[in-house]
């Protein structure tokens, strides 16, 4: 018999395991700028308002993304437009003021293997828990309230390292100091591991990890599958062993076309993937059955094709890709990628709309 009315955690539950359920769990993520422009346009609130509206059926805990220098953030010049800062990573970056948009890297302090032992090493691991414990525990109670499934979220091991040594040099230490990469995913991941491990102890009981690392471009990995498998690959398994060890399932966040290592994320042990990115070449309508069966699809849906505001073909996006997903039982709706400021408050309300149309079982 088909459920007919479930929780958001026991439909995300179900999806996972591709056990039948009443409709495609859902969930999004907005650009700041998105917000404002809706607000103008009558949003009452804010991005929680949005998600209401959605039915989302998720809810995060904590962002742990550890910094070797979690207090640091020196404004080193600033404009009429941005603002340029050293921050907790020892990076230097240039960042726009009163607007989203991805900031220019600068510099990066940790530039060497001799470095990263003498200062950045030590300053990790010596660097006190950087969540807050207690608000995790209050974010569970209330999702558990609100019947919603509930995760650990953070960065990976590869994010970290792009973030700590820039890709320029951790690109290079590839080949050159494969043993240096290693040893900072690794640390980084003690240290996350250790930091979930707190919020355990609080008494919090998650459904699930949700990790973030952009692991590719838009035409392939930034790193060969082969050098992802022997520097990478290990401690992302070590984090879907921990959670799968306590009763959790993996989602992964990687932008970028993955095709190459579906196969490996599927052996680390990620039980879905996030946000399948349509810009990228990924296609939902291709991989869903190929993959599904092994690996649920969560996402996919075309922020440019939202961007038109042109519901007829964001009708077309939507009904295609969740008939894909829908078919292997395992796709829950998330874009492609954060809704942008161009797609109007209008449209995404019509956009709830067809996710009510397209995604019921």
Known sequence: MKPSSLTG?????????????????RCDTFWADTIARWQREGLQWDQNDVLRLLECDFQ?????????????????????????????????????????GTPEHISFDCDSREKWERIYK??????????????????????????????????????????????????MAMIDDPDWVRDIVKVHTDIVLRTYEAILAEGVAPDGLWIYGDLAYNHATICSPAMYRALVWPEHKRMADWAHARGMRVIYHTDGRVGAVLDLFIEAGFD???????????????????YG??????????????????????????????????????????SDHSVPPQVSWETYRAIIGLIDRHGAY
């Open 60 to 100: 995060g805990l904590c962002w742990s993304w550890p910094a070797p220098f979690p207090l640091q953030r020196d404004v080193l010049a600033s404009d009429a437009e941005t603002e340029t800062v050293r921050d907790g990573w020892g990076g230097v970056a240039r960042y726009w003021k009163g607007r989203s």
């Open 9 to 25: 955690r026991q439909r995300v539950n179900r999806m996972l395991a591709r056990r039948d359920h009443d409709r495609v769990p």
């Open 293 to 334: 069966s092994r690996l649920a699809m969560f996402g996919n849906i075309d922020v440019m094709k939202m961007a038109t505001n042109d519901l007829g073909l964001i009708e077309e996006e939507i009904r295609s890709k969740f008939a894909a997903g829908m078919a292997t039982r395992g796709y829950a709706y998330h």
């Open 122 to 171: 030590p300053a990790m691991l010596a660097a006190p828990i950087q969540v807050d414990t207690r608000m995790a525990l209050l974010r569970y109670r209330e999702g558990r309230k609100l019947g919603r499934w509930t995760h650990l979220s953070g960065v990976e091991g590869f994010e970290a390292l792009r973030r700590l040594i820039g890709d320029e040099a951790f690109l």
């Open 272 to 290: 879905c993937l996030q946000p399948i990115e349509a810009k990228a070449g990924m296609d939902i309508r291709v991989l869903a059955p190929a």
